[in-house]
Protein backbone atom coordinates (compact mmCIF):
# COMPACT_ATOMS: atom_id res chain seq x y z
CA UNK A 1 0.00 0.00 0.00
CA UNK A 2 1.45 3.28 -0.94
CA UNK A 3 1.14 6.35 0.69
CA UNK A 4 -2.09 7.83 -0.69
CA UNK A 5 -5.16 5.61 0.04
CA UNK A 6 -8.57 6.99 -1.49
CA UNK A 7 -12.19 6.25 0.08
CA UNK A 8 -15.36 6.78 0.08
CA UNK A 9 -16.28 5.54 -3.33
CA UNK A 10 -19.89 4.10 -4.10
CA UNK A 11 -22.76 3.97 -6.37
CA UNK A 12 -25.15 6.84 -6.69
CA UNK A 13 -28.11 8.20 -8.45
CA UNK A 14 -27.53 10.85 -11.05
CA UNK A 15 -28.22 14.01 -9.28
CA UNK A 16 -26.90 12.43 -5.84
CA UNK A 17 -23.53 13.20 -4.11
CA UNK A 18 -20.66 11.41 -3.33
CA UNK A 19 -17.67 12.61 -0.84
CA UNK A 20 -14.77 10.85 -1.59
CA UNK A 21 -11.58 11.33 0.16
CA UNK A 22 -7.44 10.32 0.22
CA UNK A 23 -5.15 9.85 3.17
CA UNK A 24 -1.85 10.79 2.73
CA UNK A 25 -0.23 7.77 5.19
CA UNK A 26 2.79 8.68 6.15
CA UNK A 27 3.11 11.57 3.54
CA UNK A 28 2.08 15.15 3.86
CA UNK A 29 0.31 16.73 1.23
CA UNK A 30 1.92 20.13 3.06
CA UNK A 31 3.84 21.51 0.25
CA UNK A 32 2.77 19.04 -2.19
CA UNK A 33 0.46 19.53 -5.64
CA UNK A 34 -2.59 17.22 -5.34
CA UNK A 35 -5.03 16.47 -7.65
CA UNK A 36 -7.81 14.68 -8.01
CA UNK A 37 -8.29 11.85 -11.39
CA UNK A 38 -10.56 9.73 -13.09
CA UNK A 39 -10.54 7.28 -15.44
CA UNK A 40 -13.29 4.92 -17.09
CA UNK A 41 -13.05 2.03 -19.03
CA UNK A 42 -11.53 2.94 -22.62
CA UNK A 43 -10.42 6.22 -22.01
CA UNK A 44 -7.17 8.03 -20.68
CA UNK A 45 -6.56 9.38 -17.32
CA UNK A 46 -7.93 12.92 -17.07
CA UNK A 47 -7.58 15.59 -14.36
CA UNK A 48 -10.78 16.40 -12.35
CA UNK A 49 -9.57 18.97 -9.80
CA UNK A 50 -6.34 20.45 -8.85
CA UNK A 51 -5.28 22.10 -5.61
CA UNK A 52 -1.41 23.58 -4.90
CA UNK A 53 0.26 24.11 -2.08
CA UNK A 54 -0.71 27.97 -2.09
CA UNK A 55 -4.34 26.75 -2.39
CA UNK A 56 -5.21 27.69 -5.78
CA UNK A 57 -7.82 25.29 -7.20
CA UNK A 58 -8.11 24.35 -10.62
CA UNK A 59 -11.32 22.37 -12.08
CA UNK A 60 -12.35 20.52 -15.42
CA UNK A 61 -14.81 22.59 -17.21
CA UNK A 62 -17.34 18.58 -16.76
CA UNK A 63 -17.04 19.10 -13.22
CA UNK A 64 -16.77 22.92 -12.58
CA UNK A 65 -19.53 24.05 -10.16
CA UNK A 66 -20.30 20.81 -9.05
CA UNK A 67 -17.01 19.27 -7.87
CA UNK A 68 -15.36 20.53 -4.91
CA UNK A 69 -12.03 19.79 -3.87
CA UNK A 70 -10.66 20.46 -0.11
CA UNK A 71 -8.10 19.84 2.36
CA UNK A 72 -7.92 19.47 6.29
CA UNK A 73 -6.09 21.65 8.10
CA UNK A 74 -3.31 19.56 8.62
CA UNK A 75 -3.43 18.62 5.30
CA UNK A 76 -3.24 14.73 6.08
CA UNK A 77 -6.27 14.62 3.96
CA UNK A 78 -8.05 16.01 0.59
CA UNK A 79 -11.14 15.64 -0.62
CA UNK A 80 -13.61 15.30 -3.62
CA UNK A 81 -17.24 16.61 -2.63
CA UNK A 82 -18.75 15.58 -5.56
CA UNK A 83 -22.75 16.76 -6.15
CA UNK A 84 -25.14 17.28 -9.02
CA UNK A 85 -23.91 13.69 -9.66
CA UNK A 86 -24.01 12.35 -13.79
CA UNK A 87 -24.02 8.73 -15.21
CA UNK A 88 -20.82 10.11 -17.20
CA UNK A 89 -19.47 11.01 -13.74
CA UNK A 90 -18.81 6.98 -13.42
CA UNK A 91 -15.55 6.09 -13.23
CA UNK A 92 -12.24 5.29 -10.70
CA UNK A 93 -11.21 7.95 -9.12
CA UNK A 94 -7.77 8.69 -8.20
CA UNK A 95 -5.57 11.24 -6.04
CA UNK A 96 -2.15 11.58 -6.85
CA UNK A 97 0.77 14.20 -5.64
CA UNK A 98 3.87 15.62 -6.70
CA UNK A 99 6.34 18.13 -5.40
CA UNK A 100 7.92 18.95 -8.38
CA UNK A 101 4.74 21.22 -8.93
CA UNK A 102 4.42 24.32 -7.42
CA UNK A 103 1.82 26.16 -9.41
CA UNK A 104 -1.52 24.85 -10.80
CA UNK A 105 0.27 26.31 -14.64
CA UNK A 106 3.25 24.61 -14.23
CA UNK A 107 1.59 20.84 -13.25
CA UNK A 108 -0.41 21.56 -16.51
CA UNK A 109 2.23 22.26 -18.84
CA UNK A 110 3.71 19.06 -17.02
CA UNK A 111 0.93 16.99 -18.15
CA UNK A 112 0.85 18.56 -21.50
CA UNK A 113 4.02 17.73 -21.79
CA UNK A 114 4.61 14.49 -19.79
CA UNK A 115 1.35 13.20 -19.79
CA UNK A 116 -0.58 12.64 -16.66
CA UNK A 117 0.90 9.22 -15.28
CA UNK A 118 4.35 10.96 -15.59
CA UNK A 119 3.38 14.00 -13.79
CA UNK A 120 2.59 12.43 -10.26
CA UNK A 121 5.34 10.67 -8.48
CA UNK A 122 2.35 9.14 -5.73
CA UNK A 123 -0.78 7.73 -6.92
CA UNK A 124 -3.46 5.71 -4.84
CA UNK A 125 -5.27 2.85 -5.53
CA UNK A 126 -8.20 4.38 -7.03
CA UNK A 127 -11.99 3.81 -5.93
CA UNK A 128 -15.33 3.26 -8.11
CA UNK A 129 -17.46 5.86 -8.48
CA UNK A 130 -20.62 4.46 -10.16
CA UNK A 131 -23.30 6.87 -11.02
CA UNK A 132 -27.15 5.21 -12.40
CA UNK A 133 -29.31 7.33 -14.61
Known amino acids: QGPLVESGGGAAQAGGSLKISCAAS????????VGWFRQSPGNEREAVAL???????WYADSVKDRFTISQDNAKDNTYLQMNSLKPEDTATYYC???????????????????????????WGQGTQVTISS
Open 51 to 57: IDSYGSI
Open 26 to 33: GYAFARRF
Open 96 to 122: AADKRWGTISAAKEAMRTYGVLSSFTF
